[in-house]
Structures are given as C-alpha cells and as structure tokens.
C-alpha cells in the first residue's frame, strides 16, 4: 500500500445464573482450524486496570488468538475493550473526557499492557490519568510526550453496536472512522489533520468576532488561510487515495456476510477538491462571516454507502446495517495490516446482536479466516457462543465477568 508523505522530510444478577461450559482436556485441539503453528505477530499477552470505569483492580491473561468476555449487560464486558482501545489510540472509544473512566469517586485510573511482537519482544505500556493532573503514558517506563508518536504502534480495529451511528447519524461520525483509521499507518496524515483542526478553530473564532463586532480584518483571514490551504490539499488527497482502495474491499467483504445476496457501494464525497480550495474560501468568506463559521473544507467531508441503487442510511435494515459495518471493519483491519505491517487488534461488541443464523456463520467464517488476528468479543449468552464457536473447531479462552470482576474463566 503507497502512503502519501503529507509534509515530506518532516494519533446485577448473580454470576451462578450463567451456565458455564466444561473443558474437554482430551480434545485434540490441534484439529481447531483457527489454532496455529505461529501466533500473531502482535498480542497483547496481558492487561491490568487499576479504578478503570466499574474494575476495581483486575488483571486479564489473554489468549494468543481469540478472547470471549461474557456476561449480563451492565457487569463491564465493553470496558475491557474500551480500555485496550484507551491503551492503544490514547482515548476511549466512548468518551472524550477521562474523569469519565475513572471508577466511582476515586482519584486516578491506571491502565497496564503487556505486548509481544513478531520477534517476541515483550513491551509494557502504562496510561493514567489523574482527576486533578493530566494523562500520562509510558512505554519499557520511559514518558511518550506526544500521543503521534504512539497511535498506530499498536493497531486496532473497534465494531460496537453504536456503529449504526456511523452510518445513520451526522457525518462527524464518519469522517471519524475514515480519520482512525488513516492515523493510525500514518503519522503525517495525524499531524495534518490535528494541525488543520487547531487553525479551523482559529479561523471560526475570527469568524464570529466578526460577525458580533460587524468588522472585518481580511488579512487575519488571509493569514489563516494560507497556512490551512496547504494541510486541507494534503488530508483531501489522502483521504481519496485511502478511499480507492477501501471502497474495493468494503463491496468485497460485505458480500461475503450478506452471502453474495446483496451488493454495496461505498463512496468518499469531498467537499472540496485540493484545487478548489483557495478560490472556495475566498469567495464565500463573507458567507462564512455571516455565519460565524467555516463551510466548507475538508472538515465538512462525507461518505456514503449505497445498497444497491439505494441509500443504506435511509433504507438499510438492522442486520443489513449491521452487516454494512462489519463489513467496514473487515477492510479496515486487511487496510491497516497492509498500511502498518502488523496484524491488528481485531474487538467486536456484542458480537450477534441483530444478525440472522446465516449471517452468524458468515461472520464466524470471517474471524476464523483471520488467523492472523487477535481478537477480541463480548456476548450476553456464553451458552451460545460456545456452541458456534465449537461448531467452527476454534480455540478461545473465555472470561466470564460479573459487578467488574472475573469469576472465572475456561479455555478450549
């Protein structure tokens, strides 16, 4: 995969109630199809939280491939994976603010990893936050000072069921996974786009000064713009050259689960080409100072999904809509893989909610196919997971989770 270089030579009911499956130490477990010879090159072997979100102190001993949290909602599957998220991107997938993860009254959280390489290196990173200091993060002890020198060490692709938003909801929502997901192999790409972030806040807040004060100063604008110009040209670019190749494997992949029965399109709609830059915000500048902020620019980019001749946003049913988005996050993952060299964190949310049997194993295919993958699922009904999964031969280790706490755990 060809990367542009965007700036040349220079992001509460009791646990007995859940059924758990016996271990069968007999079975052959080299006739698993998802169990192999060399593990993935990159795994997180260990995690520790420390008054993260509802766990008090828990500390998770992963399997090398696949890892299944089970239990009754609201006992604290989804924040094992918020926290490898939070680990991994700096930031929880959930919440843009951290006294939101810290559990119940206390001071700080703490969250500890363990990760081992294609060379079984073995690294420990640390992230913490304090209520009334700042968030820190170390990798072997030594202090990371910026988070673009860290997203994207430890890739990861993150399907929740709020994922419908993404396609359902405001466009922020999708230039958000088009922007992780871009971050992540490319450093450059980050420091563009939180560099045109930071002037666009610069520039509305000129904006609406004017538009209170009812006088303009054309040359703070033109300032601005100058320096905007040059990093929005280089994001749209990027933005297109990601958007050829992941609109291939998005239509690939989701014929795949839909089981070749339906065909979908996915389109990258700038609003704004490079060329049209310049021109676009001098001509509407005094449009924008009429409403106090930008209209146009890579910050208003979108993208959309057709199934068949129609719009998915408006016609897509659950499980097609379902379907659409792990079917995104299937591409993301080989895109990242290709764009990084290492095979990403794959964390699935409530892995069959609002999918039919068929899509089920289409899905279970998926995974299984994966192999080069560790991965991560959380389901309300170990009783069922367990028997697909058995069903495919795979290997799992399987926590079950209950008020923050493991109560036990079993692997196959």
């Excluded at 939101?100 to 060379?119: T, W």
């Excluded at 809509?321 to 299937?330: D, Y």
């Excluded at 995974?367 to 009904?381: D, K, P, R």
Aim: proline share 4%.
């Amino acid at each position: 995969m060809k990367f542009l270089s965007l700036f040349p030579g220079k992001d509460t009911a009791q646990i007995d109630n859940i059924q758990k499956p016996m271990v069968s130490p007999e079975k052959d477990a080299t006739s698993c199809v998802s169990l192999l010879a060399k593990p993935p090159d990159l795994r997180f072997t260990k995690l520790k939280l420390i008054q993260f979100k509802n766990y008090r102190d828990e500390t998770f001993h992963f399997h090398e491939r696949l890892n299944c949290l089970v239990g009754l909602n609201g006992t604290g599957k989804t924040n094992v994976l918020d926290a490898l998220n939070t680990l991994c991107m700096t930031k929880s997938k959930f919440t843009g603010q951290d006294k939101l993860l810290i559990h119940d009254q206390d001071d700080f959280y703490r969250i500890e990893g363990e990760v081992i390489d294609a060379s079984l290196r073995r690294d420990s990173y640390v992230i913490k936050y304090a209520r009334e200091g700042k968030k820190t993060l170390e990798k072997n002890h030594q202090n990371i000072a910026r988070s673009i020198d860290h997203v994207g060490q430890i890739p990861l692709v993150f399907y929740s069921p709020d994922d419908h938003m993404v396609l359902s909801g405001p466009s922020a929502e999708r230039r958000k996974l088009v922007d992780q997901t871009i971050s992540q192999a490319d450093s450059h790409y980050l420091d563009n786009l939180m560099t045109y972030n930071r002037l666009l806040k610069h520039r509305n807040a000129l904006l609406a000064k004017f538009q209170a004060n009812h006088q303009v100063q054309p040359q703070l604008l033109d300032a601005i713009d100058y320096q905007m110009l040059p990093v929005g040209q280089a994001l749209v670019t990027c933005r297109q050259a990601f958007a050829d190749e992941f609109s291939e494997q998005v239509q690939e992949k989701y014929g795949i689960i839909a089981g070749g029965k339906e065909q979908i399109a996915w389109r990258y709609r700038p609003s704004l080409k490079p060329g049209e830059m310049q021109q676009s915000w001098q001509e509407g500048r005094q449009y924008d100072i009429s409403l106090g902020r930008t209209q146009s620019g890579p910050h208003r980019d979108d993208w959309q999904v057709m199934l068949g001749n129609r719009s998915a946003k408006r016609y897509a049913s659950q499980g097609q809509m379902k379907s659409i988005m792990l079917s995104m996050r299937w591409a993301q993952w080989h895109w990242l893989k290709q764009g990084t060299t290492k095979p990403p964190l794959l964390l699935i949310d409530d892995l069959f909610d609002k999918l039919d049997e068929e899509r089920i194993r289409h899905f279970l295919q998926l995974i299984g196919g994966l192999e080069e993958a560790q991965v991560f699922v959380t389901y309300t009904h170990p009783e069922m997971l367990q028997s697909h999964l058995d069903d495919f031969q795979m290997t799992y280790k399987m926590f079950y989770i209950n008020e923050g706490a493991i109560v036990n755990e079993t692997t196959k």
